[in-house]
T-cell receptor, first 117, second 110 residues
Framework: GAGVSQSPRYKVTKRGQDVALRCDPI?????LYWYRQALGQGPEFLTYFNYEAQQDKSGLPNDRFSAERPEGSISTLTIQRTEQRDSAMYRCASSPRVAGEIQDTQYFGPGTRLTVL | AQRVTQPEKLLSVFKGAPVELKCNYS??????LFWYVQYSRQRLQLLLR??SRESIKGFTADLNKGETSFHLKKPFAQEEDSAMYYC????????????FGAGTRLAVHP
């Protein structure tokens, strides 16, 4: 079946603009995660959802970053008043079950490469 | 602090040579450890996890709690193993986030 999809794949924006990044998880997957990956680094956790509930947003770097998943499926990561330091690959992942004692496999999307000029 | 360290940015070997990708972690509890791999032009995907104790594509990894390590090994590297490899940790208790290392690029030459 279809994997996790993300759009747009590439986004170039000017400093100060708002951007919205979309993630469409695997159908039926309960949990959804957002990560940010700077050049030369590993993915860094931002936030995650079980169904529509945001469970942990401790990784969001500041209040310009927000995420939602209103119907428990598609999620949007919004960055307001973008800055050059926001340039990175933004990765979304989903997993089938609610967080339990055992970590579920996370299935990653292709990522959105954001460039802020 | 929870941290994953992959000391090598690049590991270059010849086909048929043994491979060991190093991973050390810092965590006070009992984490779950994973290796994720990203082949060229593909998305990040799970390679193996320590609780499965299985071999995937000839790779194995053993969790050494004394040394806080989870090194990835393969006895005979193949060219198709060339990829970016990330070690990741998930804190215990169903806390679902993954903490990744910076990654090691494995280049296998013919």
């Amino acid at each position: 079946g279809a994997g996790v999809s993300q759009s747009p794949r590439y986004k170039v924006t000017k400093r100060g603009q708002d951007v919205a990044l979309r993630c469409d998880p695997i159908s039926g997957h309960v949990s959804l995660y957002w990560y940010r990956q700077a050049l030369g680094q590993g993915p860094e956790f931002l936030t995650y959802f079980n169904y529509e509930a945001q469970q942990d947003k401790s990784g969001l770097p500041n209040d310009r970053f927000s995420a939602e998943r209103p119907e428990g499926s598609i999620s949007t990561l919004t960055i307001q008043r973008t800055e050059q330091r926001d340039s990175a690959m933004y990765r979304c992942a989903s997993s089938p079950r609610v967080a339990g004692e055992i970590q579920d496999t996370q299935y990653f999307g292709p990522g959105t490469r954001l460039t802020v000029l | 602090a929870q941290r994953v360290t992959q000391p090598e940015k690049l590991l270059s070997v010849f086909k048929g040579a043994p491979v060991e990708l190093k991973c050390n972690y810092s965590y006070s509890g009992s984490p779950e450890l994973f290796w994720y791999v990203q082949y060229s032009r593909q998305r990040l995907q799970l390679l193996l996890r320590h609780i499965s104790r299985e071999s995937i594509k000839g790779f194995t990894a053993d969790l050494n709690k004394g040394e806080t390590s989870f090194h990835l090994k393969k006895p005979f590297a193949q060219e198709e193993d060339s990829a970016m490899y990330y070690c990741a940790l998930s804190p215990q208790g169903g806390y679902n986030k993954l903490i990744f290392g910076a990654g090691t690029r494995l280049a296998v030459h013919p």
